[in-house]
């Protein structure tokens, strides 16, 4: 048996699911929006929008990866550190070879 999305809404498993999204993934899109530039696409096209937005997310992923890190200790501390500073160079080069590509298309 099917009930509508009103009703789901309206039950109490409806209600815990809206709570959890309203404090977990709307904070995560709002702080994109706030303070990583999502309101509002740095470049034209389809392609180039959705690297930003990969960009941002990826962004927002290493913060969460950073805020971690303070809650681990010993091997796995440094474990985690060398991950994050690895995955810092690699973008480095990414967006820099992303760079040299984007100014040979305009």
Not at 3 to 8: D, L, S, V
Not at 78 to 101: E, I, K, Q, T, Y
Request: charged share 30%; net charge positive; proline share 0%.
């Amino acid at each position: 048996m099917r009930i509508n999305a009103e009703e789901f809404r309206k039950s109490e498993n409806g209600m815990e699911l809206l709570a959890a999204r309203k404090t977990v993934l709307e904070g995560l899109f709002g702080e994109a929006k706030r303070c990583h530039g999502l309101r509002r696409a740095k470049q034209r096209g389809v392609e180039k929008v959705e690297i930003q937005a990969l960009m941002i997310a990826t962004a927002l992923n290493i913060k969460r990866l950073l805020k971690g890190l303070d809650k681990t200790t010993g091997y796995a501390r440094r474990r985690m550190a060398s991950f994050v500073a690895d995955l810092a160079f690699d973008l480095f080069g990414a967006c820099s070879r992303l760079n040299r590509r984007l100014a040979l298309d305009t």
